[in-house]
């Protein structure tokens, strides 16, 4: 971790500071705004000064990645999965070399260190000014003194937006009349994709609705019309663009389109002549294409000719799989790069390494190694042009192990580690072809991440699955994930065919039905969504279908019901998402349809609002779905609609943004739907032993990297001991503090 000066440290890090006066009878607290403890020892004085600055860590589990927050600051990272959610165009620094892309997901510009892979985000939500970027961004250049710009498309600004590589500052250079953000003069986009530099550094946007190529000066933002849009202007002549989508500048000055060219077999590659704007056919490739169809996002020149990375589609519509060809524009000969034979749509394989699922974005790197960004893979290829071996860029995504795909709930092992329930997909596409659904590894599985390195392991997959782990029932839509006392899991799986409670043991990964329409008696299960666990052990379930609260008895799987439209007073629910477990026992339910939060009596079932547009002030919720409490005894609530987590007051229902798309941070969580809250470091008052070590609990989740250091003026502070926490309390002692008779100590997390 990188080093902070004190003020600042302590905004960021959670901290106990110790101080010890060793004098008899008087006593000297140096800490102010500081809880003051006093305990005597020995004879002596002992002062303890605690300095909390920091709330709790909050991990969201949405998408292919899971997210981590700072409950204080809102502030954003990943912490497990892929760092580049929705990657579509990546560009080269030309004098750098690193690359840079455009982020739909993130609505963010991201740097990757062409040498580690290492990936920062330069310009998005929370770093740099200006008009923020929509979720549509598309093309990605970088001119030659290093700014990145950026192609805001269709449904979004419709704008070339340049960004400050320095301070991610964002300024729009070029929006017609139609956008938002006007700038410049000249015809507006209309549906701008693809971007290029020319040589004299003015810019070059296909626009796919005009069916042309716009100029942009780069001084000026404005726009005149080089080549197409044959309803309007016309310019240029020769054969008509079609959906012209990605472009290229030759050293000469030519330009190249990707274009789909018309007809059930699109792929042709479309020369123009930069002066005047006249077409001609460079390469037609259709009847390389098989009859499921494909199509040419991004080109790039490459020494060996023109490099395209197309996509293959599904007659449905899903991506496939990919390869990228090198044609050669003299013969129109067209060789294959990189490929891996997918056993459906082709048996061709050229090159060795992660298989392309749906590769975008191409460009060429200083030393010639093609740069390809797979939106489907969601990470950054590095590809060989000679042998076609395929490396993915190494921090392109966070820790390894099984892929998540449609992360839901989330929940703390004994451990420390946080489970993550990955309900996989239940397209037809996916479910029809299980070569190709095992080839994207979207499955219904159960998964632990490690928070100190971003790794995942799997914990129980069913025999539906390529990668079973345990015995016992299959999951088919597992939603909501709970811890239970003896360290098991229970996990509700709303699957039609057979809606239940599964506990699952980590050790095995096998699974037991706890309860479902053939284990338990009571009221069935349709829909179950959230669940927890009670301090008894019992187990509390929010059915969706039933838009009630079930209470299940863990030995025998019977279900009651505690709070719904046959139990309980109060205003009844609409649609029942999230709930946590209230340290007064009582439990905190989330209703999406109402955009309220209930507190519903564990005895009566009786319930009461806490928090909606009635209750309490601040922003109010979009389609609240997860809930958790907080160790401060607040509640947090995260909202699928926003992405935002909204911290509740139990007491007066008041609401206050923890974090959304304009607070804290970081890259965005995209429908999120469970959250589940991390206990942070806390040192105890600490004990003088009779030699004079000072010797003092440290209270950690399981499994976490600590560093725990000392100092006697605060400004400068020296490593005591350095160790992963094996249990919830740890003793730490200092036997140098027999000598001392002053110290402060604090603890923090390191990765």
Do not use: C, H
């Given at each position: 971790m990188r080093s902070m000066n004190p003020p600042l440290l302590a905004q960021k890090l959670r901290f106990f500071f110790v101080e010890l006066r060793v004098k008899r009878g008087t006593s000297k607290a140096g800490l102010p705004l500081s809880t003051q403890i006093r305990k005597p020892v020995f004879g002596f004085s002992l002062y303890c000064l605690a300095a909390l600055l920091q709330a709790d860590i909050v991990y969201v589990a949405a998408g292919g990645r899971v997210s981590q927050i700072n409950s204080q600051t809102g502030q954003r990272s990943v912490a497990s999965g892929w760092i580049l959610p929705a990657s579509a165009f990546v560009a080269i620094d030309p004098v750098a070399g690193d690359f840079y892309t455009a982020?739909?997901?993130?609505?963010?510009?991201?740097?990757?260190?062409?040498?580690?892979?290492?990936?920062?985000?330069?310009?998005?939500?929370?770093?740099?000014?200006?008009?923020?970027?929509?979720?549509?961004?598309?093309?990605?250049?970088?001119?030659?003194?290093?700014?990145?710009?950026?192609?805001?498309?269709?449904?979004?600004?419709?704008?070339?937006?340049?960004?400050?590589?320095?301070?991610?500052?964002?300024t729009v250079l070029s929006a017609g009349a139609n956008s938002s953000v006007p700038a410049g003069s000249g015809l507006s986009f209309q549906s701008p994709f693809g971007i290029a530099?020319?040589?004299?550094?003015?810019?070059?946007?296909?626009?796919?609705?005009?069916?042309?190529?716009?100029?942009?000066?780069?001084?000026?933002?404005?726009?005149?019309?080089?080549?197409?849009?044959?309803?309007?202007?016309?310019?240029?002549?020769?054969?008509?663009?079609?959906?012209?989508?990605?472009?290229?500048?030759?050293?000469?000055?030519?330009?190249?389109?990707?274009?789909?060219?018309?007809?059930?077999?699109?792929?042709r590659v479309v020369q123009i002549n930069p002066t005047n704007g006249n077409r001609r056919i460079a390469f037609s490739q259709s009847n390389r294409f098989n009859t499921w169809g494909g199509d040419i996002s991004s080109i790039s020149l490459a020494t060996n000719g023109l490099v395209v990375a197309p996509f293959q589609l599904t007659a449905n519509g899903f991506p496939a799989g990919g390869k990228v060809w090198g044609i050669n524009l003299l013969t129109s000969n067209v060789t294959t790069i990189s490929t891996t034979g997918d056993g459906f749509f082709s048996n061709e394989s050229v090159g060795t390494g992660q298989s392309f699922f749906n590769p975008v974005g191409i460009a060429v790197d200083l030393n010639g190694r093609l740069i390809i960004s797979d939106v489907l893979v969601r990470s950054i290829f590095s590809v060989d042009p000679t042998t076609g071996n395929r490396d993915v860029l190494p921090n392109s995504r966070m820790g390894?192990?099984?892929?998540?795909?449609?992360?839901?709930?989330?929940?703390?092992?004994?451990?420390?580690?946080?489970?993550?329930?990955?309900?996989?997909?239940?397209?037809?596409?996916?479910?029809?072809?299980?070569?190709?659904?095992?080839?994207?590894?979207?499955?219904?599985?159960?998964?632990?991440?490690?928070?100190?390195?971003?790794?995942?392991?799997l914990l129980s997959a069913g025999s539906n699955t390529g990668v079973q782990r345990g015995t016992g029932s299959n999951f088919d839509s597992p939603q909501g994930v709970a811890r239970e006392n003896a360290g098991t899991f229970v996990v509700a799986d709303s699957g039609?065919?057979?809606?239940?409670?599964?506990?699952?043991?980590?050790?095995?990964?096998?699974?037991?039905?706890?309860?479902?329409?053939?284990?338990?008696?009571?009221?069935?299960?349709?829909?179950?969504?959230?669940?927890?666990?009670?301090?008894?052990?019992?187990?509390?379930?929010?059915?969706?279908?039933?838009?009630?609260?079930?209470?299940?008895?863990?030995?025998?799987?019977?279900?009651?019901?505690?709070?719904?439209?046959s139990q309980g007073t109060g205003t009844t629910f609409l649609s029942l998402k999230g709930a946590a477990l209230l340290d007064d026992g009582s439990i905190a339910v989330v209703d999406s349809s109402r955009s309220t939060v209930f507190r519903v009596d564990p005895d009566s079932g009786n319930r009461t609002i806490i928090s909606d547009a009635s209750h309490g002030t601040g922003?109010?919720?979009?389609?609240?779905?997860?809930?958790?409490?907080?160790?401060?005894?607040?509640?947090?609530?995260i909202d699928s609609s926003s992405g935002s987590v909204i911290r509740v007051d139990l007491v007066t229902g008041n609401r206050t943004v923890v974090t959304d798309s304009d607070t804290g941070g970081g890259p965005r969580i995209l429908s999120p739907e469970f959250l589940v809250v991390a206990p942070p470091l806390k040192l105890t008052a600490p004990n003088r032993l009779r030699d004079g070590t000072i010797q003092f609990n440290l209270l950690s989740p399981v499994g976490r990297n600590c560093l725990v250091e000392w100092s006697t003026n605060l400004p400068a502070w020296n490593l005591l001991t350095r160790f992963a926490t094996t249990s919830a309390t740890n003793i730490v002692t200092d036997a140098a503090a027999a000598s001392q008779n002053s110290k402060f100590y604090r603890a923090r997390i390191i990765p």
């Open positions: 982020d739909q997901a993130d609505r963010a510009v991201y740097r990757v260190n062409r040498t580690n892979g290492i990936v920062s985000l330069v310009s998005g939500i929370g770093v740099g000014t200006g008009q923020a970027f929509s979720d549509r961004v598309f093309g990605i250049a970088v001119e030659t003194n290093g700014s990145p710009v950026v192609v805001d498309g269709i449904d979004g600004r419709l704008a070339v937006i340049r960004v400050s590589p320095q301070t991610g500052n964002r530099v020319e040589n004299s550094g003015n810019l070059l946007v296909t626009d796919i609705s005009r069916n042309a190529v716009i100029r942009v000066d780069r001084v000026s933002g404005n726009r005149s019309l080089l080549s197409g849009d044959p309803f309007e202007d016309n310019a240029g002549s020769g054969p008509d663009m079609n959906s012209p989508k990605g472009i290229a500048v030759r050293t000469d000055g030519a330009i190249f389109i990707s274009d789909s060219g018309g007809g059930p077999y699109p792929g390894d192990g099984p892929d998540l795909y449609s992360a839901k709930g989330v929940a703390l092992g004994t451990n420390g580690f946080v489970v993550v329930v990955d309900d996989g997909d239940s397209t037809a596409f996916f479910g029809s072809f299980p070569d190709i659904g095992a080839y994207v590894n979207r499955w219904p599985l159960l998964l632990e991440m490690n928070p100190n390195t971003g790794g995942r392991s039609s065919r057979n809606p239940k409670v599964v506990r699952v043991d980590p050790a095995t990964g096998n699974r037991t039905i706890l309860s479902s329409s053939s284990v338990g008696t009571g009221t069935k299960l349709i829909s179950p969504y959230a669940i927890v666990v009670e301090n008894s052990g019992s187990i509390i379930v929010t059915d969706s279908g039933l838009n009630a609260v079930l209470r299940i008895t863990p030995d025998t799987g019977n279900r009651s019901v505690l709070s719904g439209s922003p109010g919720f979009g389609a609240p779905r997860g809930a958790v409490a907080e160790t401060s005894g607040k509640l947090l609530v």
